[in-house]
């Protein structure tokens, strides 16, 4: 999860004693899975301030455009495992073109939420997490970068994309469901108590089920065999 800019970091951490005390006794967390199928014509328009970056030269070329507050070799990697970078600028003529947001794709691949893993085949483009500058949030441009997205995956052949989303990140969620194309189409939920002593998810073949009736609607395939495994959630954010 990308690191959260708010003016209640000093309270936060008066209370984390606290909250860590109370997370230790029982923790709940739930994620949406949201996907979308979309026709192309509703993505035919161009993007002016958009890039695509899927070299490690290009995106040394643009890192001090980029936003600080992020972690930087998480985007190395990223780029470095072949998965592309969606950046938009602000509009020509405001402070050099500075990237305001950022979604960090990749077709097919692993998707994960909650301790589950689901592989996606090369039909849906997947999002492993997205980036709106604190300055910027409330102004469309999540919308407006959901829209990339699906434009990005319409030039490889692809109709069909998702992600996982917080349901914490009330504001990801607006943007997402703004469309009438996207839908939460699966909730997973962890629940946990004494320190992970006691767990329980929502079933992976429930998700899974929920994705296989996502790409037949869409004419394509889910993937490979899916299974759980004990690896951290990289949801959009």
């Known amino acids: 999860m990308w690191p959260e800019f708010t003016a209640s970091n000093q309270s936060r951490t008066a209370l984390g004693p606290l909250r860590k005390g109370l997370a230790f006794l029982a923790s709940h967390y739930t994620e949406h899975i949201i996907a979308a199928h979309v026709p192309i014509r509703v993505w035919s328009e161009p993007f002016d301030t958009a890039e695509v970056i899927e070299s490690s030269t290009r995106l040394a070329e643009v890192e001090g455009d980029l936003p600080t507050g992020f972690v930087w070799d998480r985007l190395k990697e990223a780029v470095r495992l072949g998965q592309s970078l969606l950046v938009l600028r602000e509009e020509p003529g405001k402070a050099a073109g500075k990237v305001i947001a950022f979604s960090v794709c990749e077709v097919g691949g692993l998707m994960y939420c909650l301790g589950h893993r689901f592989i ?96 037949r609607e869409g004419g394509v395939t889910l993937g490979g065999a899916s299974d759980t495994a004990n690896t951290p959630s990289q949801s959009s954010s």
Not at 126 to 155: C, I, N, W
Not at 203 to 209: G, H, I, L, Q
Request: net charge positive; hydrophobic share 40%; proline share 2%.
């Open 120 to 215: 996606l085949s090369r039909e849906w483009l997947l999002t492993h997490y997205s980036f709106v500058h604190p300055d910027h949030r409330g102004k469309r441009y999540a919308y407006e970068l959901m829209m990339l997205r699906a434009r990005f995956a319409h030039q490889r052949g692809i109709s069909l994309f998702c992600g996982a989303v917080s349901a914490r990140n009330t504001e990801s969620l607006k943007a997402h469901l703004r469309s009438s194309y996207a839908r939460i189409v699966a909730t997973v939920r962890r629940s946990s108590l004494f320190g992970d002593r006691f767990v329980w998810t929502t079933p992976a073949d429930r998700v899974r089920d929920a994705l296989r009736s996502v790409a």
